[in-house]
C-alpha cells in the first residue's frame, strides 16, 4: 500500500523555484505534523521544513526565507515551495509524519537537482 507519493522535482538552475508536492495516502497523515525531509549525496537526511495539522510551519536555518511548506487537508497533499534554489540544495525530497526516523516508512522521493 502505497503510503506518501512525492512529486516535483526537477532540473533547476541556481537562483531558480521548484513546488514539490506530497500526496498521502493514510488518513492519519491529515490529523498530524508533517514534513520535508532531505538527503543529499553521502549525506544524512535531515529535515527541512515541518507544518502542523493547523498551518503552523518551521523551517530549518539552511532553507528559511528560501522556501514555504503549505498543506491541504482536502486533497491529502503536503507542498513545499523553494526558491532562490542553490546547488547545495541538491538532494532527494521525501515527506513524512513529524518527527519520523528510519524505522518509519518512507516513500520514494522525489529529486532536486541545481545546476547551471
Known amino acids: 500500500q502505497v503510503q506518501l507519493v512525492e512529486s516535483g522535482g526537477a532540473l533547476v538552475q541556481p537562483g531558480g523555484s521548484l513546488t514539490l508536492s506530497c500526496e498521502f495516502s493514510?488518513?492519519?497523515?491529515?490529523?498530524?505534523?508533517m514534513a520535508w525531509y532531505r538527503q543529499a549525496p553521502g549525506k544524512q537526511r535531515e529535515l527541512v521544513a515541518h507544518?502542523?495539522?493547523?498551518?503552523?510551519?518551521t523551517y530549518a536555518d539552511s532553507m528559511k526565507g528560501r522556501c514555504l511548506i503549505d498543506r491541504d487537508n482536502a486533497k491529502d497533499t503536503v507542498y513545499l515551495q523553494m526558491n532562490s534554489l542553490k546547488p547545495l540544495d541538491t538532494a532527494v525530497y521525501y515527506c513524512?509524519?513529524?518527527?519520523?526516523?528510519?524505522?518509519?516508512?518512507w516513500g520514494q522521493g522525489t529529486q532536486v537537482t541545481v545546476s547551471s
Open positions: 493514510k488518513v492519519i497523515y491529515k490529523f498530524i505534523p
Open positions: 513524512n509524519k513529524f518527527p519520523a526516523g528510519s524505522s518509519d516508512f
Open positions: 507544518i502542523t495539522r493547523g498551518g503552523d510551519a
